[in-house]
Nanobody, 113 residues
């Protein structure tokens, strides 16, 4: 059974940084693509960043140059480093085994002064 447990998130001022973690069990991350999605109130869930099994990364235009997705194979954990955060980054963030129904529990990120 696949389980994704998220940590990190919280309240940060504009321009600040946060790191989200997603620890996986029941699945080996380096043979699966992983993604980070977010959903803001009243909006659809959107893909923010993804990393393929080969380590190739891809980002939404809105976060390009500010967010970095990475993976620690030894810890079976995927990360999302978020720098220069903006109020429009406020959302609930979810990790996902790409193209499956395996999701983390979600974590709130609020960017506000």
């Amino acid at each position: 059974q696949v389980q994704l447990v998220q940590s990190g998130g919280g309240l940060v001022q504009p321009g600040g940084a946060l790191r989200l973690s997603c620890a996986a069990s029941g699945i080996i991350l380096n043979i699966n693509g992983m993604g980070w999605y977010r959903q803001a109130p009243g909006k659809q869930r959107e893909l923010v960043a993804r990393i393929s099994s080969l380590g190739n990364t891809d980002y939404a235009n809105s976060v390009l140059g500010r967010f970095t997705i990475s993976r620690d194979n030894a810890k079976n954990t995927v990360y999302l480093q978020m720098n220069n955060l903006k109020p429009e980054d406020t959302a609930v963030y979810y990790c996902n085994v790409l193209y499956t129904d395996n999701w983390g529990q979600g974590t709130q990120v609020t960017v506000s002064s």
